[in-house]
């Protein structure tokens, strides 16, 4: 039983030593500025700790987010962009693009 214990915590310990890693002080400066726009929005916002509960949810969603794409690998990633390039290209060339409105001629009042 304990040996089994033993095999079971020297995987565990391997797979958390090779995982991929934070950057730590580059997630704590975006932590700090993360804070300091909270503090800012805060502040601006008529003191409304509910428009600060928004913006922190965005921001834990955010990171969520950013962890799940980080565990996705550099090859799907490349063969993703190919697809997503072409979509814009159809995009900018699409009829349904935008039209500018005639300007109106300037009449002094």
């Known amino acids: 039983m304990i040996g089994v214990l033993r095999a079971r ?3 565990f310990a391997h ?3 090779t995982r ?9 400066g975006l932590f700090v500025l993360a804070l300091i726009g909270l503090a800012t929005l805060y502040s601006a916002g008529d003191h409304s700790f509910a428009l600060v509960g928004g913006q922190a949810a965005r921001f834990v969603l955010g990171v969520a987010f950013l962890l ?3 565990r996705i690998p550099p ?11 072409w979509a814009v290209h159809a995009l900018e060339h699409s009829r349904f693009r935008g039209r500018r409105r005639p300007r109106r ?4 009042a």
């Open 9 to 11: 915590m020297r995987r």
């Open 105 to 108: 001629p300037h009449r002094p």
């Open 15 to 17: 797979r958390v030593m």
């Open 20 to 28: 991929r890693r934070i950057d730590l002080p580059l997630a704590g």
């Open 68 to 70: 799940l794409v980080s």
């Open 75 to 85: 090859s799907v990633l490349r063969s993703w962009s190919g697809a997503q390039g």
